[in-house]
């Protein structure tokens, strides 16, 4: 059977299996979330029957919402206003909110007080919403139609019982819940302002007092992961809404919230002013009518820079970015000096006071003015906060692209406009063309009041003048997002650094705490330099190399310390290869662990390798001795030229012959070895050629090695069998002699240790039948399942390792991190090469399997 028939026949094979998968996650989904798809079907189906879910807006239609308790009502009212969409658009949101926001909240509450909440905090927004409407139905600022503006949103219950269900999450998820749904909420209500908007706030009000009441009594961590992360957070949410608010109040056609007014400084000309100019002519009329003239969608999208580069500043702001402070500090600074300059050049004015103007520029200048100020003032007090800076060639980098992008845009406008200047309203002058040149950089409110030079009616230099500004902050947008992704190296990867975390290892560590002094690695040291963790920054993940160096006690003090370290700096702590005493500190801090391999310990006194269970490791060591095989110790700086050459031929062939890329981080190479610290144990046959090699990293308690760890394992591919279990026991009866209490033949990542007699499985976990499906797909390409069980020969201990990590949502750039980390400088060629390995025949030797 060729190819192609064999393609032809798996197709099918592969399309069913999808299929199947398919059903079978919807029907999980279905069983879990029986509210959430109700609810969205009968939306769906209340939208069909009362014609909305297609447009339909008639008095039968808003006879079913709720309205001001001023207003005529029908008690069945505070039911069909939670259930009907009000539109096409109202209807395919609630659905699709009702299918993932609710969802959440079912899972959290339960099935019967997800109804009770969605019940309660929906009927009573809608009278407190209505009480609210007939309360200020009087005041001369509220227009009748707001006033008694009927209320058809089933997204009001929904939530309601979204904020209710934040009670009982965990620590993270509580507060991205909170802080979610109150922004988004709140920013609806503030900027667009439509009655909606505030019955829902309200209903999220209530929700929130009855999650209180849902959770008392519930179990509180007292350690959260770092308030520096949540009020850098806060920050960066409230920058967002700043910059999001005006946008959400010129798509609601202006807005009609307290903040709304702010939305005319972002729109391509001012109407007021418009109309003003055709009463009698002021300076600023000029550039109203340039503006008019040369509307169109770029300088649209000019007018909300500033919206833009805030909602950029407020992604930067999250990682702790200090380029991301000065935006949005700079971003403010100058909306609030435009708001004070327009208001002392008198370009803004609010006629008849009587008619509640007074309480309109109050509005205007909180907005406009007050609210920039007041969030200057609180970034520069979190200054401390955003200490993430760029590289200093990514810096270079930013100002390069940033300038030639500036310098082409404007040598295309004028380029452009100086050999079409009969597309002007007059000939410009080369001033003029160099004064509208700066001008098409900057947004249009910030031009108010200043003359307006000549500018084109139509054709190519019109095309040029909308659009060159839009392209230059287009490209500053995209530079200044690649500057957020660098990182300038950190603290603690010097040499002085490197010395104090070997004499604090000297004092006591881990048996794979010689790992930290790998190159890479950096290293953090608590303030009385008694606790050290070591650690190397991928991709913004703060990967922890084995278990932290700290006296006994102060484990939770060390993990809490190196955790706010790198949090204050932009980076996601995780905490790799860590052991079954650190557990009780992360679980009080209400970290996840996760089992990411198993490390196996042999205990050397009293070791006799006899009896039959010792049968696969003697009659190896009793050949090779036979053969004339020896063991001998060495270190890397003491082999002759000829031996290390040799060793150096055994990992090249290793390397080259299975065509894979060597693993790192915690899998050492021939880089490791050149260790003052490291021993080497080699297989030399009776001949002198070395037949494989393994080296060994120390552990000490109190100056004194007690310990030695396994890690550099390589062998001829034509040496005899069972070298390696040669190599190890000689290894083992060596240490014992000289009183070394324990071998460890180090960690086989990915790897599950054999379960006891009467023992249980661990409750399985997606990320850990994710972990047990990737441990599947590597073993063809390195062999640690296969490298598990050579160990297991040496009937060891098994000490499971962990990976401790603060937040699941952030599992996606914790495992890219620790790819990246295994696999720092493979070739595109190399994975390929792990591609094919993975497609190969069954039957084939994993690599790196001893045999």
Request: glycine share 10%.
């Amino acid at each position: 059977m060729g190819i192609a028939q064999v393609d032809t026949v798996r197709a099918p094979v592969a399309a069913r299996r999808r299929l199947s998968g398919g059903v079978t996650v919807l029907r999980s989904y279905l069983r879990r979330n029986p509210v959430a798809v109700s609810f969205a079907l009968l939306i769906l189906l209340t939208g069909i029957a009362s014609g909305s879910l297609w447009g339909r807006e008639d008095a039968v239609l808003l006879g079913w919402g709720a309205a001001s308790l001023g207003a005529p009502a029908t008690w069945w009212t505070t039911v069909t206003a939670l259930i009907i969409p009000d539109s096409t658009v109202d209807a395919v949101l609630s659905i699709l909110l009702a299918l993932s926001a609710l969802a959440i909240a079912e899972r959290l509450l339960g099935v019967r007080r997800t109804i009770v909440a969605m019940a309660v905090t929906g009927v009573v927004a809608l009278f407190v919403g209505a009480g609210a409407q007939a309360a200020v139905a009087g005041l001369p600022e509220v227009s009748d139609a707001a006033a008694q503006t009927m209320v058809l949103d089933p997204t009001i219950p929904i939530a309601g019982a979204v904020a209710a269900s934040s009670a009982l999450a965990g620590v993270l998820w509580r507060r991205r819940l909170r802080i979610v749904t109150f922004a988004a909420l709140g920013m609806f209500a503030l900027y667009a302002g439509d009655v909606d908007s505030w019955f829902r706030l309200i209903a999220a009000l209530l929700g929130l007092l009855l999650g209180f009441g849902l959770a008392r009594g519930a179990a509180r961590r007292s350690w959260h992961r770092s308030s520096s992360r949540e009020i850098r957070s806060l920050l960066a949410v409230i920058v967002a809404v700043t910059g999001l608010g005006p946008i959400a109040a010129l798509v609601a056609g202006g807005g009609r919230g307290p903040l709304s007014l702010v939305a005319d400084a972002f729109t391509q000309s001012d109407n007021w002013l418009s109309q003003r100019c055709e009463r009698q002519y002021v300076p600023a009329c000029d550039h109203e009518f340039a503006l008019l003239v040369t509307r169109g969608a770029g300088p649209a999208i000019l007018a909300i820079v500033p919206l833009a580069l805030l909602v950029l500043a407020a992604w930067g702001l999250r990682n702790g970015r200090r380029s991301a402070w000065i935006l949005a500090v700079a971003v403010n600074a100058s909306l609030a000096a435009l708001a004070i300059i327009t208001l002392a050049l008198g370009d803004i004015s609010f006629p008849d006071p009587v008619d509640g103007a007074t309480f309109e520029w109050a509005l205007w200048f909180i907005s406009s003015a007050i609210l920039p100020v007041g969030v200057i003032v609180v970034l520069a007090l979190n200054q401390r906060r955003f200490r993430v800076r760029a590289s200093a060639r990514a810096r270079r980098t930013w100002g390069i692209v940033v300038g030639v992008a500036f310098v082409a845009c404007a040598g295309a406008f004028l380029l452009v406009s100086s050999v079409l200047t009969k597309s002007f309203d007059v000939t410009p002058t080369l001033a003029d063309l160099l004064t509208e040149m700066v001008r098409r950089f900057i947004p249009p409110a910030f031009l108010q009041g200043i003359g307006q030079p000549p500018f084109p009616r139509g054709g190519a230099a019109l095309v040029v003048y909308q659009w060159v500004g839009v392209v230059f902050w287009v490209v500053f947008v995209v530079a200044t997002l690649r500057l957020f992704r660098s990182t300038a190296l950190p603290e603690g990867s010097d040499s002085s650094s490197l010395t104090l975390y070997r004499s604090l290892l000297r004092r006591g560590g881990g048996t794979l705490s010689f790992l930290g002094t790998w190159r890479g690695n950096a290293h953090w040291f608590s303030d009385d330099l008694q606790s050290a963790v070591a650690y190397r920054v991928v991709g913004g993940v703060a990967l922890a190399v084995a278990d932290p160096l700290c006296p006994r006690g102060r484990e939770g003090s060390t993990l809490r310390g190196f955790a706010d370290f790198a949090i204050s700096r932009g980076w996601t702590p995780v905490f790799y290869s860590i052991h079954d005493d650190f557990r009780p500190a992360f679980e009080a801090m209400g970290w996840h662990t996760v089992e990411v391999g198993q490390e196996t310990v042999m205990h050397l006194p009293g070791l006799q390798m006899a009896g039959k269970q010792w049968q696969k490791v003697r009659s190896p060591l009793n050949r090779a001795e036979r053969e004339g095989m020896t063991a001998q110790w060495t270190r890397w700086r003491d082999l002759p030229a000829g031996v290390s050459s040799q060793i150096i031929d055994i990992s090249e062939q290793w390397v080259t012959d299975k065509s894979l890329p060597e693993m790192g981080f915690t899998l050492g190479g021939l880089e490791e070895l050149d260790d003052p610290d490291v021993a080497l144990l080699l297989a030399v046959d009776a001949g002198g050629r070395v037949q494989a090699v393994t080296s060994w990293m120390p552990s000490w308690q109190d100056g004194r090695i007690v310990g030695w760890t396994l890690d550099f394992m390589r062998r001829r591919d034509d040496a005899p069998n069972g070298v390696m279990e040669f190599l190890i026991a000689k290894a083992a009866l060596l240490m014992k002699d000289d009183g070394v209490q324990v071998l460890s033949l180090s960690g086989a990542p990915l790897a599950t240790r054999p379960r006891t007699e009467g023992e249980s499985a661990a409750e399985p976990t997606a990320l850990s039948a994710f972990l047990g499906w990737l441990a599947g797909v590597l073993e063809p390409v390195y062999g640690f399942a296969s490298l598990f069980r050579f160990k297991s020969k040496f009937l060891p201990e098994y000490r499971t390792m962990y990976m401790a990590y603060a937040d699941p949502v952030e599992l996606g750039s914790i495992g890219a991190a620790v790819g990246r980390a295994y696999l720092p400088d493979a070739s595109p060629r190399e994975y390929v090469a792990v591609v094919r390995t993975l497609l190969a025949p069954p039957g084939r030797a994993p690599a790196g399997a001893p045999r």
